[in-house]
């Protein structure tokens, strides 16, 4: 009886979140290390929708090439292809290829593991003027609990911050900002699995996504 409750009420909430306007993100994260180099391929697709379970916002897959340096500090460049769809309106999608530069790194501070990424994109998107966008995002993972079988439980959040390489008629700097707070679990040494919620902040309006994500490490031997 308790677990039906429990189904009942989670069904609720999520429905719930749904009928505010809320989103659903569901991503693919995949790496492959190449042989015993320095070398990874970086690969996503994204699916994202303007509210749960309807109504695609876009459509996003992106691969990139990553040179791993003595360990501290990986570079990367890489293409992306996105296609958006506003809200209702499924059949006026705008397409954008983009490329993008990008550097990462990771502090480890007793048992918090910090992330720092900082990226430059060139974005050509339809019926657009070329623009160009800088991406700065502080990340955190917090250890939570190990179990005997190898599965670890951690804490997890971000924020994101984008700004624009130029000014418009229509748009200023800042382009949007993103907070993350979520908990995952490594289910082995290649596979995780996390999901949480993030609040998108945009210049004139703000939205909040729920999501999950699946993380692949592979090597290419």
């Known amino acids: 009886m308790k677990k039906i ?4 009420t989670l069904l609720y909430q999520a429905s719930s979140f749904a009928s505010n306007g809320n989103g659903l993100w569901l991503m693919y994260f995949g790496n492959v290390s190449v042989k015993e180099t320095p070398l990874k391929i970086h690969y996503e697709i994204q699916d994202r929708n ?7 916002n876009q459509i996003l897959v992106r691969g990139a090439l990553q040179y791993n ?3 501290e500090i990986t570079f990367g460049a890489g293409y992306g292809f996105i296609q958006t769809e506003k809200e209702f309106t499924p059949d006026l999608p705008v397409r954008e ?4 530069q990008e550097a990462l790194m990771q502090q480890n501070v007793s048992k918090l593991n910090f992330k720092h990424r900082f990226r430059y994109e060139q974005r050509f998107i339809e019926n657009t003027d070329f623009k160009t966008r800088f991406r700065y995002q502080l990340g ?4 939570v609990y190990n179990t005997d079988c190898g599965k670890n439980f951690y804490a997890t959040a971000y924020n994101e911050i984008f700004i624009n390489g130029e000014k418009t008629q229509t748009s200023g700097l800042f382009d949007r900002n993103r907070l993350f707070i979520g908990a995952g679990v490594k289910l082995n040494k290649k596979l995780a699995f996390q999901a949480g919620w993030m609040n998108q902040m945009l210049e004139n309006s703000s939205n909040q996504q729920f ?11």
């Open 211 to 221: 999501m999950i994500s699946l993380h692949h490490q592979l090597k290419w031997k």
């Open 50 to 56: 303007h509210n749960i379970g309807t109504d695609l």
């Open 69 to 71: 340096f003595k360990n």
């Open 140 to 143: 955190l993972d917090i250890p």
């Open 97 to 100: 290829n983009r490329i993008y």
């Open 5 to 8: 409750l429990v189904a009942i």
